[in-house]
């Protein structure tokens, strides 16, 4: 199911996003699937744009090589099949006047809704780390919310029989609680979500204008199938619920999705396709996040590397060592 709302939106993974309101999630059926041509080589190096007169690390950081793939041909359940999209060039990105941090507005919030205690879940404080390597700013938490203290509508879904929030409820929850330094406020939540009673689920809802949003990691979790938790499949929430965070935060900077490489900020219309994402962002969405933040590219790698190793992301580690040893191979 596809939110249809009248405002001109643009869409985003797992749904919908726009200027003023996102919603995203929800059984996506294929209608009217079109093919897909993947840019050329010119034009993914066209969409990086430039890079004279950068860092040395950051142009090395920028050139693609062998680390980043193109998008292969789309399945006829696949997102690009059912959503077609030009793409963001980094230059079109800058002319849009995205959100920025500065130093007024330099955190980025986020506040769990609801418990992260129970087994199976994402631990919070792994995904405050994850978060804090990969935007490269501030990160601050807010006090759980705790919904029976607020007047946040529920109901009983029918198909599962779990509790599930209002996310329009919990929208105007979080533009009031938005601090004045807050660049963004993200509320994360393992209790499932519905934006209207005629929808099923959706996965997370946004208001970039208000800068706030809602994400549940609740149906990313095995356990919410009744499936048993296992270490292998709390690691799998872990890099799931990662890859949404980051995904859904690089939204609220202005990033729109993918289409040049593969790449975190591709679309997905289903769990097999957003698994297939990797978990770093390419050279046309890494120059956008850098130009937005103005971090070092080689100490911001250095970081995640750190983290997925420590994670246990073994795929996603050696892939950023073999990157960081391709930007530092300028220096010999």
């Known amino acids: 199911m596809i939110l249809r709302p009248t405002k001109k939106l643009q869409r985003c993974a797992h749904g919908l996003i726009c200027k003023a309101v996102v919603a995203f999630g929800t059984n996506m059926l294929p209608a009217n699937a079109t093919q897909f041509s993947a840019p050329t080589s010119a034009q993914r190096l066209s969409a990086i744009g430039p890079t004279n007169g950068l860092p040395t690390d950051l142009q090395k950081a920028l050139t693609p090589e062998q680390d980043f793939q193109p998008l292969p041909p789309a399945g006829p359940m696949d ?54 390597a990969f935007f490269a700013i501030e990160i601050a938490t807010l006090p759980p919310l ?8 529920s109901r009983r879904n029918a198909s599962t029989g779990e509790t599930q929030l209002l996310t329009t409820d919990l929208l105007k929850l979080l533009r009031r609680r938005l601090p004045g330094d807050g660049f963004a406020l993200l509320g994360i939540t393992m209790t499932d979500l519905y934006p209207d009673p005629q929808w099923n689920f959706v996965f997370g809802q946004a208001s970039l204008r ?14 919410f199938y009744g499936i048993k938790a296992t270490p292998d499949a709390n690691k799998l ?46 050279p046309v969405d890494l120059r956008k996040l850098q130009w937005s933040v103005g971090f070092d590219v080689g100490l911001r790698y250095e970081r995640l590397l750190e983290l997925d190793q420590d994670l246990g992301f073994s795929d996603e580690a050696d892939w950023i060592a073999a990157r960081l040893r391709f930007i530092r191979a300028s220096h010999k």
């Open 79 to 132: 997102w690009l099949a059912n959503h077609p999209e030009t793409g963001q060039t980094f230059d079109q990105f800058v002319v849009s006047r995205p959100n920025r941090p500065d130093s007024a507005r330099r955190k980025l919030y986020l506040v769990p809704i609801g418990s992260f205690a129970q087994p199976g879940p994402p631990s919070l404080h792994e995904l405050i780390r994850f978060a804090r």
């Open 237 to 282: 929430v872990l890099r799931r619920s990662c890859k949404v965070l980051a995904h859904e935060a690089c939204h609220m900077f202005g990033i729109e999705h993918c289409i040049w490489y593969r790449c975190l900020m591709n679309g997905s219309n289903h769990l097999d396709e957003a698994d297939a994402r990797p978990l770093h962002l390419c």
């Open 146 to 153: 705790d919904i029976r203290q607020e007047h946040v509508r």
């Open 210 to 223: 208000d800068r706030v949003g809602i994400y549940s990691f609740a149906r990313y979790n095995p356990a």
